[in-house]
C-alpha cells in the first residue's frame, strides 16, 4: 500500500504532486507536508490494525530534503511511538535523486531506519542518472525500476531447439 498526496487549491481541480512538490522543496515547506504525511500515514494503518484488519506495509515517500535533515530519523521514531505502528510495516520510498545528495548522511540515516526496522525502497531507478554502484553504498530493501529503464532493452528470443 502506498500513501499518495494530492492538492486541491480552492476552485480549481485536483494537482499531482510533481505540481507542488517542487515548489514545497523550494521553499522549505516539504518537512512540514512529509510530516503530516508520514503521521497520518502510520496512525491510519495502525489504525486498521487495531479494527482487526491484517497488517500491510504502508509506503510514504520522502524527498531528500526531508532525508537530509537532521531530525528525520528523530521525526520516524516519534511517529511511530506515537501512532504505535510496528516499524516492520512502515516503507520510506525515496527516488534515486536522493542517492547522489550527501551520500555518506543518506546512508547514515538509512542504516539507521533499517536497524530500526522500517523498510527503505528506492523507487524510480533508472530514471536519473544515477549508477548501479551507489546501491551497494546503501542498505536499501528494495529497488523499483523506472519503466524507462528497461522499457528498450533487448528481449532475445526464445530460439526453438
Same mark, same amino acid.
Not at 537532521?70 to 511511538?81: E, I, R, T, Y
Not at 523499483?144 to 528481449?155: L, V, Y
Given at each position: 500500500m502506498k500513501a499518495l498526496i494530492r492538492w486541491r487549491p480552492r476552485g480549481?481541480? @485536483? @494537482?499531482?504532486?510533481?505540481?507542488?512538490?517542487?515548489?514545497?522543496?523550494?521553499?522549505?515547506?516539504?518537512w512540514d507536508i512529509g510530516k503530516w504525511v508520514l503521521y497520518t500515514a502510520c496512525l491510519q494503518n495502525a489504525s486498521w490494525q487495531l479494527q482487526g484488519l491484517p497488517p500491510v506495509r504502508m509506503a510514504v515517500n520522502v524527498s531528500a530534503i526531508q532525508l537530509e535533515h537532521?531530525?528525520?530519523?528523530?521525526?520516524?521514531?516519534?511517529?511511530?511511538?506515537d501512532t504505535g505502528l510496528d516499524p516492520a510495516w512502515l516503507e520510506l520510498e525515496m527516488t534515486e535523486s536522493v542517492l547522489v545528495h550527501r551520500m555518506e548522511q543518506v546512508a547514515s540515516v538509512i542504516t539507521r531506519l533499517s536497524d530500526l526496522g522500517v523498510r527503505v525502497s528506492v523507487d524510480d531507478f533508472g530514471a536519473g542518472h544515477c549508477s548501479l554502484p551507489y546501491l551497494a553504498y546503501l542498505s536499501a530493501d528494495f529497488l523499483?525500476?523506472?519503466?524507462?529503464?528497461?522499457?528498450?532493452?533487448?528481449?532475445p528470443s526464445v530460439q526453438q531447439r
Open positions: 480549481r481541480n @485536483l @494537482l499531482s504532486p510533481a505540481a507542488f512538490i517542487p515548489f514545497a522543496e523550494q521553499t522549505g515547506l516539504i537532521p531530525g528525520f530519523f528523530d521525526l520516524v521514531q516519534s511517529v511511530l511511538a523499483k525500476m523506472d519503466q524507462s529503464f528497461i522499457r528498450d532493452m533487448a528481449i
